[in-house]
């Protein structure tokens, strides 16, 4: 088995996710629960509206926001690296490469990379997430499956904010949410701001600073010019769409989408690492089942995600509203 990662490294940034549902069966069959138990935290019980001047509004009604009460929460670090601890010895990791084309004969798939190699595979699966380039050359386009929500996420580290209270605010105009996410020992923003598709280059980190740093201009309410400024100075500064992929089918002869690739949720679902998580699994588990007949075991695969997948894309409208209310 070779795993591919675009990255340099095991990328470990970003915010805390649940491991919920199916998932949790999953990590347990691959052995990984007990040490995602381990670490887990308790991010998203601290949040709290608050008004302009800081004062609290009302506290982030968990309890009513979670249909299940299974969740785990942790970080996507402890996850990453539980994850990559527990691959087998016989797995390859190769850092820093990318799917460039890829040909699938009937009996195997040649692969090129970006990095100018060439290799045979039996099967190829894309797990390289929203904006996936393994699901371009077997599937099409991704404005083909992308069902843009009207909203666009930006991140960004806070040194400055680490430890400062144990309160997570979210601070909120309409059409616009900043926050603040504290746990373990450090500290990032999240904003959420309600915009159409924009044309901007996903590479620009500096367009697409300009794009939210003009979305909050003149706002100089709560801390959003500390915020602001924190993004500045930010080089690891996240920003995109949020939007849900739909396909009609998940794979194509040797070649399987997982996780975001094949069907986001986006992030107000609360649920694409769990998606992610058995998304990765029951592919593996059919394969073996049906004795290494991958034509069998993808489409298991989708019979048995799909109802979850359905259940969490079509949970996301209610969230918008709650936590980037338009008025
Ligand atoms: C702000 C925010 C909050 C979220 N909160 C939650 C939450 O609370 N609960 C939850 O369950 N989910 C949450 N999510 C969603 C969750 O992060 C994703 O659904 C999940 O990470 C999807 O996993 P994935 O492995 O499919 O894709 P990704 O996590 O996107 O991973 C894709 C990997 O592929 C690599 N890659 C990309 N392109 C290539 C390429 N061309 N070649 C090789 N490698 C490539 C990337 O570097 C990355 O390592 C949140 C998302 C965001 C942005």
């Known amino acids: 088995m070779t795993l591919v990662e675009r990255a340099a490294h095991l990328r470990v940034a970003g915010a805390p996710i649940d491991v919920r549902g199916d998932a949790i069966g999953c990590a347990e069959r691959t052995g990984v629960l007990p040490r995602i138990r381990e670490q887990r935290i308790r991010m998203a019980e601290h949040g709290v ?36 601890a527990a691959l087998p010895a016989s797995a390859d990791l190769v850092l820093g490469d990318s799917v460039d084309a890829l040909a699938d004969d009937g009996d195997g798939v ?17 797990a390289d997430g929203l904006h996936s380039v393994t699901r371009r050359p077997a599937f099409g386009p991704e404005r083909d499956y992308l069902r843009h929500l009207g909203l666009y996420v930006a991140l960004t580290d806070l040194p400055a904010e680490a430890r400062a209270d144990r309160t997570n605010p979210l601070y909120n105009c309409p059409g616009h949410l900043a926050s603040i996410a504290r746990y373990k020992d450090g500290a990032f923003g999240v904003f959420l701001v309600r915009s159409g598709l924009l044309d901007h280059d996903h590479r620009d980190l500096d367009a697409q ?11 100089t309410e709560w801390k959003i010019p500390q915020l602001l400024d924190a993004v500045r100075a930010d080089p690891e500064f996240c920003f995109d769409s949020v939007g849900q992929i739909h396909m009609p089918t998940w794979s194509r002869g040797r070649v399987a989408l997982v996780g975001d690739a094949a069907h986001c949720a986006a992030l107000l679902s609360g649920r694409g690492t769990s998606l992610a ?3 990765a699994h029951f592919p593996a588990e059919e ?26 894309q079509n949970s996301v409208t209610d969230g918008g509203e709650l936590i980037v209310p338009s008025t």
């Open 110 to 126: 040649d692969v090129h990379f970006v990095s100018g190699r060439s290799e045979r595979f039996d099967l190829v699966v894309g």
């Open 287 to 312: 394969l073996d089942d049906a004795g290494g007949d991958h034509t069998m075991a993808f489409e298991r695969y989708e019979r048995r995600q799909r109802p979850y997948v359905e259940f969490a």
């Open 49 to 84: 509206f608050v008004h302009a001047d800081g004062s609290v509004a009302a506290r982030l009604p968990v309890e009513e926001m979670s249909d299940s009460g299974d969740a785990i929460e942790i970080a996507r670090e402890d996850l990453v690296r539980t994850l990559a």
């Open 277 to 279: 998580l058995s998304g």
């Open 209 to 219: 600073k300009k794009i939210l740093l003009d979305a909050f201009a003149g706002h």
